[in-house]
């Protein structure tokens, strides 16, 4: 039995527009100035707090911006200018993959349960995930928490699994853990910041992906 584990923004859905019109009425909400698109898109992958800590400031009123963050989130959602879209390709993988016998997906994200979980009910995807960790679950990535709770729950050895994430935080969860890392080079952070994080394996496309997945 194989564990196939999952990263979600960045891996499996573009979320950039969600994302940075997210920082952009939360920060404007709180009189703060809006940070840069870069900067925002770099740090995608760690727990919201600790992004919105580092691009406020410590002195800004975190935990206020999580809330507003939580509110404003599920409106964008709903606009279909903002709400996450899944790479070209993703959704054949996952329901390909999903209808193994041998195989059992998972996700592990930055994300808090209450939001993953109506992103994955909207896009029709919530079938096909057997576990699913998320950041109120665990410390933030590149903490490895995450991983050893899947393979707990879903009774694997870290040997039986791979993790596939977009960002630096990412592959250094995976090697944590003792898991092998893949990293896909269409999300947030670069091959060479993939490589250089751990990553045993960089892919290009999501045909790339479903081959080495398959093999």
Known sequence: MQLI?????????????????CH???????????P?????LALI???????LAELAGADAPVWDMVSAYGRVLPQLRADPCFAEAPFAGIAELLHDL???????????????????LPALEALGWR?????????????SKP?????????AAMDAAAGEAVFIGDTSFDMQMARAAGVTGIGVSWGYHTAEQLKDAGASRVVGTV????????S
Request: charged letters at 25%; zero cysteines.
């Open 45 to 51: 992958g760690r727990s919201l707090e600790l992004v």
């Open 207 to 214: 045909d790339e992906l479903r081959v080495l997945l398959e």
């Open 5 to 21: 584990i999952f990263d979600f923004d960045g891996t499996l859905v573009d979320s950039r527009a969600l994302i940075l019109e």
């Open 36 to 40: 840069p698109q870069q900067d925002s």
């Open 98 to 116: 999903s209808r193994r016998s041998d195989t059992r997906l998972g996700i592990a994200t930055g994300h808090v349960s209450n939001a993953v």
């Open 24 to 34: 952009r009425r939360v920060f404007t909400e709180f009189g703060l100035p809006v």
């Open 143 to 151: 903490h490895p928490g995450m991983l050893p709770q899947a393979l």
């Open 127 to 139: 079938d096909w995930f057997s576990n699913i960790q998320a950041a109120d679950m665990a410390p």
